[in-house]
């Protein structure tokens, strides 16, 4: 379809602001969206280098949604009006949505993380869950075991404290057993796991490392999931594979944290069937333009 067809007067326009932007999914993921469901409305990728003008420029204009990415999940928060109980527990936002007070700031990683289990049938209640790494991105995947109700939850960090600092921020909002310690703790665990990988270590372009030296934990894990999208295989992926499972890679939770981001916008729930429909689509749409 083209552009002058469908924008008007009326078309609503949203936008991601971060820093760089050039490579972002997140307007095909969002256009898509908005197509798909049939909201009049536009989403646009801005590069940004000061968050609190850009918000406070955004807010004027009477833009009605934003997503935040990378540097400015952390420092947009106090330029704000509210934050929800999530984004609180995460430390981070990466969804604004305008309020006739201000913006209010969520954090749709979660949802995204949800989703991507929950389509496979998988459930994190009364598992044992083990999160691998202590950055941004673990946050989200501890707050999710939690707030799932995991039976236990690991976090595994080369830097134990910084796995403790998760723990302790997160404990403020969600409750649950939470077991911090190094790579050599995988060797202790007498249960079956699922296992969440949230450390850069495979990230980037012709990349192939990974941060599990020994792969013999993969013997007791059922489900494996590494957060990375980029590339959509890495090392680690690959070694689980090895141990026949079936990783799940971070694309289904870009897109589905997107939506959540829509949904949020736009006041409106995207039913399941429909979601699950545009996760097939946009995950094709990405491996072409790889
Ligand atoms: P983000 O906020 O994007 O998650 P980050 O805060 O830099 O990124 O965190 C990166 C994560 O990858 C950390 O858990 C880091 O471990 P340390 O806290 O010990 O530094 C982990 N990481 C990075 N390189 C690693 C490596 N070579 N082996 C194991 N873990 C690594």
Redesign the pocket.
Known sequence: MDIADHINGKTKTFMLFGNPVEHSFSPVLQNTIAKTVGINSVYTAVKVDDIGEAVKGAYALGIKGINVTVPYKQEVMKHLCGIDKTAQAIGAVNTLKYTDKGYYGYNTDIFGLRLSLKTRGIYLKNKTVVIL??????KAAVALSLSEGAKITYII???VE?AQAIKESVLKYFEGEVICGDYDVLDSIDREIIMIQ????GMGEGVW?S?LKNTEVFKKTRVFMDIVYNPLKTKIMADAESYGLVPINGLDMLIYQGMASFEIWNDMEIDIVTKVDLRDMLVSFYERGR
């Open positions: 790494g202590a950055g941004g991105a673990a960090n080369r830097t910084k949230t450390t850069s270590v490392e941060p």
